[in-house]
């Protein structure tokens, strides 16, 4: 008997494509704020600002605190069509945040983006595509009418897939700040 992968080719295709329109709309943001920031004043104090703000928040923060917000943020991504748009939104500021911050540290967009991707950003950002592909897969599967056979075989898979994706994450992020 044929048992179907997780990681069905629809499935991997959606994930894939995921990634690359978050990682496309995030390097927009950062790009836009980058450019700003070197343009205008407002911009470079706003940059410094971050900054500061940043470097205090990482004195305090934990696991628990990084794995949650980002939990949180992604949980919506399940929902389709909502998901996507209020994610997208989330990734807009986060790429204006990450845009503001390679100004402030000398650094191009480009530059400091790789840098806030490897490993981190890779990891967390397949846990959220994994999210935005389940999405498209359960409207799928309500047209061809086999929802609940998709929430039982696969969507919780995924779930998991989430979760545990964005607490090694969230792991991984505290190691790099605090050493």
Known sequence: MFKEKLTSNPFLILLISSFIIMTLITYGAARSSYTFAQSN???????????????????????????????????????????????????INTGLTLGVLAYSFN??????????????????????????????????????????????????KHFLLFTLLLLFGAILEIVIIKF
């Open 107 to 156: 650094i191009s967009p480009e530059l400091y983006l790789l840098g806030s991707y490897i490993p981190i950003g890779i990891i967390e950002m397949i846990a959220f595509s994994s999210m935005s592909a389940e999405s498209i897969m359960l409207v799928h599967s309500v047209v061809q009418r086999n929802f609940r056979e998709r929430l039982k075989q696969k969507t919780w």
């Open 41 to 91: 004043e407002r911009g470079r104090i706003q940059a410094n600002n971050t900054r500061i703000e940043i470097q205090q928040k990482a004195l305090t923060i934990n696991v628990q605190d990084i794995f949650i917000n980002n939990f949180l943020l992604g949980l919506p991504l399940i929902i389709p069509g909502f998901g996507f748009v209020f994610f997208g939104k989330i990734l």
